[in-house]
Nanobody
Framework: VQLQASGGGLVQTGGSLRLSCAAS????????MGWYRQAPGTQRELVAT???????MVANSVKGRFSISRDNAKNTVYLQMNSLKSEDTAVYFC???????????WGQGTLVTVSS
């Protein structure tokens, strides 16, 4: 399975960005897709994940500002990020796995920088 993420960049505080991650290859085992992030000097943390059937897990720190969606036909997951804050600055990694909290595959990471 290969994961290709896109959509990161530089945005001002309060702005919006949309991340995309497309999966390819032997994707039949993949149920959960989503996003994690890692800021400098911190551990990687869950942002939001979503199952094929539409279930979601969203970190409290982004609830109400970020939303995750998925197009199963395109094997693509999206992260709409609104009202961005400086503390959202991180490298965002796309993840895919068989079940919740199991990341079998990782994308290359895309940098999101929120400037004040």
């Amino acid at each position: 399975v290969q994961l290709q993420a896109s959509g990161g960049g530089l945005v001002q505080t309060g702005g919006s960005l949309r991340l995309s991650c497309a999966a390819s290859g032997n994707i039949f085992s993949i149920n959960i897709m989503g996003w994690y992030r890692q800021a400098p000097g911190t551990q990687r943390e869950l942002v939001a994940t979503m199952s094929r059937s539409g279930g979601r897990m969203v970190a409290n720190s982004v609830k109400g500002r970020f939303s995750i969606s998925r197009d199963n036909a395109k094997n693509t997951v999206y992260l709409q990020m609104n009202s961005l804050k400086s503390e959202d600055t991180a490298v965002y990694f796309c993840s895919a796995g068989r079940d919740w909290d199991i990341s079998d595959y990782w994308g290359q990471g895309t940098l999101v920088t929120v400037s004040s």
